[in-house]
């Protein structure tokens, strides 16, 4: 199934695990790595495809995914003639891609390169989400640099809440140092710091820095 310029209809998969690292599956029988991809067939939609794909690819279900974020618009390579049958030339021009950011929300376990009998990968890994695209069959290159690029602002954030915390606590020291520094705060001789802090309370001092105000709790 074309459109009216070659292209084919086709999804594009990036798979994240709880640290955001991505799926990155080696192409059978090559030394070329990519992410689960293939066709839309016709009748199905983006998504159908998709959760299609997933499963003969990779082996897993709706289920064990959290769909986070999709491409707006299609993004498009071509495929050079060398690569296209010998009947296709002429016609057929290459991809058109929906890309879909995902999060593994099942287990390393459930990952199946054999849920079909014609895999597409042989072995896989999770790496960075910035892959190594010098490992990508180069006519795929620009096309997953837009993905990565377009889809990195969805990326989940687990640390979100500590660094919100971190920086609650950044604005407290600037004011509690601020009020030290022009003498509106009275210096308590009581006052506790902790273990290995230290205090100047001459008008030039300043406040202790992290090690005196640690910007997070013990964990």
């Known amino acids: 199934m074309l459109d009216q310029d070659g292209f084919r209809p086709n999804v594009g998969i ?9 799926f990155w599956g080696k192409r059978i029988r090559t030394h070329s790595w990519q992410f689960p991809q293939g066709g839309i067939d016709r009748g ?3 998504e159908q495809a998709m959760f299609r794909e997933l499963h003969e690819e990779v082996g897993l279900l709706p289920d064990h995914v959290r769909v986070v974020a999709r491409t ?3 993004l498009r390579y071509e495929v050079p003639d060398r690569y296209i049958r010998r009947d296709a030339r002429g016609h057929y021009k290459g991809q058109k891609q929906i890309w879909y950011l995902l999060q593994l929300t099942g287990h390393d376990w459930q990952l199946n390169l054999r849920a079909t009998s014609h895999p597409e990968f042989d072995a896989w890994r999770w790496n960075d989400y910035w892959v190594p695209l010098d490992v990508v069959v180069e006519f795929k290159r ?4 837009m993905a990565l690029t377009e889809l990195a602002r969805y990326l989940p954030r687990p640390e ?7 920086g609650g606590m950044r604005a407290r ?3 509690v140092a601020g009020m030290y520094r022009n003498g509106s705060m009275p210096i308590n001789p009581c006052m506790e710091f902790p273990p290995g802090a230290s205090f100047d309370p001459s008008p030039q001092g300043d406040m202790p820095g992290e090690a005196a105000l640690p910007l997070s709790t013990p964990r």
Do not use: A, F, H
Request: glycine share 4%.
């Open 160 to 166: 979100q809440r500590n660094r919100y915390l971190r």
């Open 142 to 145: 620009g096309v997953y640099e």
């Open 72 to 74: 707006r618009d299609w």
């Open 14 to 22: 990036i798979l994240l695990n709880q640290k955001n690292k991505v």
């Open 44 to 46: 199905e939609s983006p």
């Open 173 to 175: 020291e600037d004011t």
